[in-house]
């Protein structure tokens, strides 16, 4: 079995892949927070205004999209100047650690491009491998037409594989294209789904292995796939662009949120800590350095891949439940305020949240999955936050008295929520977390943004 997992992580580096690279992290894309922060730091920025989402008036019609690849260096074309964009760069890992050298790089690539539509969703994977580095841009033309409701578009790469599989495995597809999907299904977008796949590899055999694995997902989901090729770099890699539709206002109406409405865990954190362990695990048979670590169950691996390839679909209907028909007001007596994604940011979403909606938040409670796993995983610095998370678990704010029947449907479907905490004001974005979250969350850089109290 051991020589089968480093044959196995020998192909993957072959391929142009680093296939644990996502162990630290629990994810190969840069966290939220550091994406921010570089940002923050482009000078005369009128073109980007982050968010974890894009939207656009739905006709009935879908998007056309045109799709370029970039050398990590160039700048985008600006013979699509007028449409709206969304992006993926994949990028090496000294530049992803360091904000200016960041920053610099996503000037050069995004500086000259027009501010008519700002750039709002923009994800980063890693990677060791100078050769592997590209930059995508989807160019989204939308249509006139009477507004029937709201188009959401998402963009992901496959935040981690899981080293035991063959790179054609179906598995790492799944990762992808689930991923891609999670944001929408969070949005309350219930039909038109459809994925547009960002795929690659070096030779014909593995790309049709890739196509065909996309085909079986689509067809599994009863999903709308476009094939746009392949990137034609030679090198692996998973990711896709997603987008759905939604007759019902959007639940993003942070400016509502108000003092006494409470938070929503829809999901425990801290799901992703085993997977990243049973992976060290492996890789410690062969490596005495790194010593012995605690065993994981392979039920518990398998369980959360699982997780991992599967959309949650009954998250949007759920979250739908809960939006006004569009074009209709917002009632915070029936209808849910706002909703926040946690995924492997973990509770660092929290920080992210406070921040768009400019409110603090009090934080009672920091459910873990696995907790004596991820102390384990803090203590010996394996893991840099052990409160990432799987597909399902997300942020929902809303009223206290609509609380309970929120909680009461997620239960129906498998979900295992809690309220965690409320709004205290809105003065300023803060949260204080009456928890030591340092048990949890290694990097310090995470935890020196919350306000413990004791």
């Known amino acids: ?266 999901d425990k954190f801290g799901s992703l800590t085993p997977l990243s362990i049973y992976t060290i695990n492996q890789i410690g048979e062969m490596n005495s350095i790194i010593g012995n670590l605690e065993s994981i169950d392979i039920n518990i691996k398998n369980e959360i891949i699982k997780s991992l390839t599967q959309p949650r679909f009954s998250l949007g209907k759920i979250i739908s439940k809960y939006c006004p028909d569009f074009g209709k007001e917002i009632d915070p007596n029936i209808n849910i305020v706002g909703v926040y994604p946690v995924g492997s940011d973990g509770i660092l979403a929290l920080i992210n949240l406070a921040k768009v909606s400019n409110t603090h938040l009090m934080i009672n409670e920091v459910p873990i999955k696995y907790e004596d796993l991820a102390k384990f995983a803090t203590d010996e610095f394996l893991v840099s936050n052990s409160t990432a998370s799987i597909n399902g678990c997300h942020l929902i704010i809303t009223s206290e008295d609509l609380a309970p029947t929120i909680l009461e449907d997620l239960r129906k479907h498998s979900f295992n929520p809690q309220i965690i905490g409320f709004v205290t004001d809105k003065e300023r974005p803060m949260v204080t977390i009456n928890n030591n979250i340092n048990k949890y969350v290694a990097a310090k850089h995470i935890t020196s943004l919350f306000n413990i109290s004791s």
């Not at 993926?88 to 690539?109: G, K, P, T």
């Not at 981690?160 to 999907?181: F, G, K, R």
């Open 1 to 266: 079995m051991v020589h089968d997992f480093w044959q196995n992580i020998f192909k993957y580096q072959n391929l142009g892949f680093d296939p644990i690279g996502w162990i630290s992290n629990c994810s190969n894309e840069v966290d939220s927070f550091s994406l921010g922060k570089s940002f923050e730091k482009i000078k005369h920025n009128s073109w980007a205004n982050l968010s974890w989402f894009d939207s656009f008036y739905y006709s009935g019609k879908n998007p056309d999209i045109t799709r370029r690849t970039y050398n990590i260096n160039e700048s985008i074309s600006d013979e699509l100047k007028n449409k709206k964009i969304i992006s993926l760069m994949r990028i090496h890992n000294e530049v992803a650690e360091d904000y200016q050298s960041l920053s610099n790089l996503l000037s050069n690539f995004f500086g000259k491009k027009p501010p008519k539509h700002q750039l709002k969703k923009v994800v980063l994977s890693t990677t060791s491998q100078y050769d592997s580095q590209f930059g995508l841009v989807d160019y989204i033309d939308t249509h006139r037409g009477n507004k029937l409701g709201y188009t959401a578009v998402n963009i992901s790469s496959g935040k981690l594989i899981d080293p035991d599989e063959e790179p054609d495995s179906i598995v790492n597809t799944s990762i992808a294209l689930a991923s891609a999907l999670e944001n929408l299904l969070l949005l309350g977008c219930t039909s038109g789904f459809k994925l547009i796949p960002i795929y690659d590899a070096p030779d014909e055999n593995l790309l049709d292995k890739i196509r065909t694995n996309n085909d079986m997902f689509a067809a599994k989901h009863n999903l709308l796939l476009d094939d746009y090729s392949s990137l034609k770099l030679g090198k692996l890699f998973f990711g896709a662009t997603a987008y759905a539709h939604s007759t019902k206002e959007l639940p993003v109406r942070y400016d509502l949120i108000q003092p006494g409405m409470v938070l929503i865990l829809t």
